[in-house]
């Protein structure tokens, strides 16, 4: 199906012009001539520039599916992805952006198998990226624990403790978030004595002290714990052996964490093995049916133990840039003179935008949005709307 590229509520170029013939026989739309047009202008009557004509291909717009799967403007589409195995087929791509939410469903069952996880609460790590062939991935990883480090009780303190401590840090956490989280299940998953040397004053050769290991089950936890642990806390239980503690990395953002622990860095390659990741698709669990929530309109979704990733550095063949997808745009509103607009009171009147692939040299998305009609552009979309709410929606 072929439609002009004024596809919504646009009346052709010369709808309620006056109609010439051409020289084989059909009917030439030619624009009326006006008194101050200069006969350099006339070049604006080639049917070549004219959008109502058909055989303009750079203004045809073929209706396809976008990456959403839903009806859209060929143009605008990602390439088709091929049939992917996951147990055979691995997938790379250059990751953009990340964030993270938390999962109240749980690890996915179909990663479950004998990794340790948590079932209930998730905070789950999504990773945006393009692979080399222009397919937009998001992989969400799983199992990445949020932790931090606080000085040890004592000398005596051995691992035997650990269980203890955990026990009376985890009573004291849920005292503090009382009506604030309902959550079944620990909220300390663990405390452990690791061998750690500070940063400060750090020397290749510096003696390493014992700290404990806190990991806790969501990152918003580790304010309230340190809190906590520096006002004062016993970890025999008995009230009056109050102590403070020094706590170290409480102030590290989760994601910056993660990229350190798992060696990515801004836009670098990511690989997902073979046989360690799983397609988000209709799954089955015995003779239910379950749909893994799809998060976003990217090509793949996946989900993966973030453990099981490989960050590439951005050295050698690593240092290419995939064909990322680059959108310029400006917004014209009605201002007043002499006053920078506001949206309050400014309504939004266009918004032009344009789109190139990283290695072209040319667009090839060229779109305004407009409120209200507007005239024929050759080569770009218009896309004309009624009400400001409607052009903020559609854009």
């Not at 390439?79 to 195995?85: A, E, K, S």
């Not at 089950?217 to 102590?243: K, M, V």
Request: aromatic fraction near 8%; proline fraction near 5%; hydrophobic fraction near 35%.
């Amino acid at each position: 199906m072929s439609v002009t590229n004024n596809f919504k509520r646009k009346s052709f170029a010369g709808q309620n012009a006056s109609a010439a013939p051409s020289s084989n026989g059909g009917t030439q739309i030619k624009r009326p001539k006006r008194a101050n047009d200069d006969d350099e202008d006339d070049f604006m009557d080639d049917p070549a520039f004219d959008d109502a004509d058909p055989e303009n291909k750079e203004n045809v717009i073929e209706i396809g599916q976008g990456p959403g799967y839903e009806i859209t403007n060929v143009k605008w589409s990602r390439p088709d992805i091929p049939p992917i195995n996951s147990a055979t087929d691995k997938l790379v791509f250059q990751q953009i952006d990340l964030d993270t939410y938390t999962d109240t469903d749980g690890t996915p069952h179909i990663l479950d198998k004998s990794r340790p996880h948590v079932r209930g609460h998730n905070t789950v790590i999504r990773l945006y990226g393009v692979t080399d062939e222009g397919y937009s991935v998001m992989a969400h990883l799983h199992g990445y624990i949020p932790y931090f480090y606080v000085n040890m009780p004592s000398d005596s303190f051995t691992t035997a403790d650990c269980e203890r401590y955990k026990q009376n840090f985890q009573a004291a956490l849920r005292s503090e978030l009382r009506g604030k989280d309902v959550i079944h299940g620990d909220v300390v998953l663990s405390v452990e004595i690791e061998q750690k040397a500070s940063v400060y004053g750090y020397q290749p050769n510096s003696k390493q002290n014992k700290v404990l290991k806190i990991s806790v089950l969501l990152p918003r936890f580790i304010a309230t714990s340190r809190r906590i642990l520096e006002g004062g806390f016993s970890w025999t239980g008995n009230q009056t052996q109050i102590s403070g503690y020094k706590t170290y990395e409480t102030n590290i953002d989760f994601e910056i964490r993660l990229m350190a622990d798992l060696h990515i860095v801004g836009c670098n390659w990511i690989e997902i093995p073979a046989g360690k990741y799983s397609i988000r698709q209709m799954l089955t669990r015995g003779m239910v049916g379950q749909q893994l929530k799809l998060h976003s309109r990217c090509q793949i979704e996946l989900d993966i133990w973030a453990q099981d990733i490989i960050s590439y550095p951005t050295e050698g063949e690593w240092q290419r840039i995939a064909p990322l997808r680059i959108m310029s745009y400006d917004i014209e509103c009605a201002g007043r003179k002499g006053i920078f607009p506001e949206p309050e009171h400014d309504p939004v009147i266009q918004i032009a935008s344009m789109v190139i692939r990283q290695g072209d040299k040319e667009e090839f998305i060229k779109t305004v949005f407009t409120l209200g009609t507007c005239a024929n552009i050759a080569g770009v979309g218009v896309i004309e709307c009624k009400t400001e709410h409607e052009l903020l929606e559609v854009c």
